[in-house]
């Protein structure tokens, strides 16, 4: 069975930074593509950032040069550092990794950060 666990979210205020976590098991997000995603109240959900088996990174505009997005292969796990940030970036913000093999797209719980002005 697959689960993504999400951690790190919170309260800050604009300008401060917070860092996300994405733990898994049941996959492994090295050979996969990861990434994270956004969902503001009243909004569709959106991509902040993906990294793919190779390492590549992309990132949705609104965050480039604020968000980074990577990966620790041994512990299995995604992280999001996100720095500068902005009440815009008030989400909840939920992992996910597409299995190579099935093509199935899993997702975490969430979890929320809510900046403040």
């Known amino acids: 069975q697959v689960q993504l666990v999400e951690l790190g979210g919170g309260l800050v205020q604009a300008g401060g930074s917070l860092r996300l976590s994405c733990a898994a098991s049941?996959?492994?997000?090295?050979?996969?593509?990861a990434g994270w995603y956004r969902q503001a109240p009243g909004k569709q959900r959106e991509l902040v950032a993906i990294i793919t088996s190779a390492g590549s990174t992309n990132y949705a505009d609104s965050v480039k040069g604020r968000f980074t997005i990577s990966r620790d292969n041994a512990k299995n796990t995604v992280y999001l550092q996100m720095n500068s940030l902005e009440p815009d970036d008030t989400a909840d913000y939920y992992c996910?990794?597409?299995?190579?093999?099935?093509?199935?797209?899993?997702w975490g719980k969430g979890t929320l950060v809510t900046v403040s002005s």
């Open positions: 996910n990794s597409r299995d190579m093999f099935s093509g199935t797209n899993y």
């Open positions: 049941g996959i492994i997000l090295g050979i996969n593509t």
